[in-house]
């Protein structure tokens, strides 16, 4: 065989080997860059869980992922905590296993910080919330109720037509999941709403009259905004106007909270609860 012949076979088999190489090589690129992305965003969606929940947005955590296993380092004063903190991140898709390295310290203080991420979020929830009650409320005018939360404390500012309408607002705020507390700075003036957004008013109620799926649904959310009311335990039903309210509640003051929440709805026009019961 003679050198020109050899180096044809020898450069043929390097042209080879490097042509099987190659498409493996991307191959393998694009996967390690998957399996990257997926551990970015699994840590993203456990830290923002953290930072979203009450119980753990005040300690300082930190969670790192590779492949599918979740390590978590940091403090916290309580064992719930900690327990907390692993049962979230083991919810998070592609999560195949936990590494729970945060140390229980009875004697660590949470750091409290109104400016989180998680509080203005619970602000966010507070404030629509209660403007969403007050929209489907039938004895309030929203369009001039300013509400403002922070830190759970509930600023209301505006005009109210009439001293019932202040009181029923304020009860709207107190009664909302996640607030601290209400200061009602309303002004009652009984001209403050004109006729024409009166009438406004009066067509979307008839509009609702009709409704008695939008009447369910807005009584089922307010249930599920206020504090004060176990929503998952009462069922909603509505016939021409008339709503139905049967299941369990915890009290009679529970009771009574629900049938008037329920009949403040617009567009109920009466509330049969007798298979309500304590």
């Known amino acids: 065989m003679n050198s020109s012949y050899r180096n044809f076979i020898f450069t043929s088999a390097i042209l080879l080997i490097l042509s099987a190489l190659q498409p493996v090589s991307a191959a393998d690129t694009a996967a390690t860059a998957t399996k990257a992305m997926d551990d970015v965003r699994q840590e993203s969606q456990i830290a923002t869980s953290y930072a979203l929940s009450p119980y753990l947005r005040a300690n300082d955590l930190k969670v790192t992922v590779q492949k599918g296993k979740a390590v978590l380092t940091g403090k916290v004063d309580e064992k719930i905590s900690k327990e907390l903190a692993g049962?979230?991140?083991?919810?998070?898709?592609?999560?195949?296993?936990?590494?729970?390295?945060?140390?229980?310290?009875?004697?660590?203080?949470?750091?409290?910080?109104?400016?989180?991420?998680?509080?203005?979020?619970?602000?966010?929830?507070?404030?629509?919330?209660?403007?969403?009650?007050?929209?489907?409320?039938?004895?309030?005018?929203?369009?001039?109720?300013?509400?403002?939360?922070?830190?759970?404390?509930?600023?209301?500012?505006?005009?109210?037509?009439?001293?019932?309408?202040?009181?029923?607002?304020?009860?709207?705020?107190?009664?909302?999941?996640?607030?601290?507390?209400?200061?009602?700075?309303?002004?009652?003036?009984?001209?403050?709403?004109?006729?024409?957004?009166?009438?406004?008013?009066?067509?979307?109620?008839?509009?609702h009259n009709i409704s008695d799926s939008w009447i369910t649904a807005k009584i089922k959310s307010s249930f599920m905004y206020s504090n004060n009311i176990n929503g998952s335990d009462i069922d909603v039903s509505t016939n021409n106007g008339v709503v139905i309210l049967t299941g369990k509640v915890n009290s009679g003051i529970e009771q009574s909270l629900a049938v008037e929440t329920a009949q403040n709805i617009r567009g109920v026009k009466s509330v049969i609860s007798k298979s309500l019961t304590f």
């Open 87 to 207: 049962e979230i991140a083991l919810g998070v898709s592609g999560i195949k296993d936990v590494d729970n390295k945060i140390v229980v310290d009875a004697n660590y203080i949470p750091k409290a910080n109104s400016n989180s991420f998680g509080d203005k979020f619970d602000d966010t929830n507070i404030t629509a919330a209660i403007r969403s009650k007050l929209q489907w409320n039938k004895d309030v005018d929203d369009v001039v109720t300013e509400v403002i939360t922070k830190s759970g404390r509930v600023t209301l500012n505006g005009i109210a037509e009439n001293q019932n309408a202040k009181n029923v607002i304020h009860r709207l705020a107190l009664n909302t999941r996640g607030v601290k507390s209400v200061t009602n700075n309303l002004k009652v003036e009984s001209s403050a709403i004109n006729k024409e957004e009166k009438e406004k008013r009066k067509n979307e109620t008839e509009i």
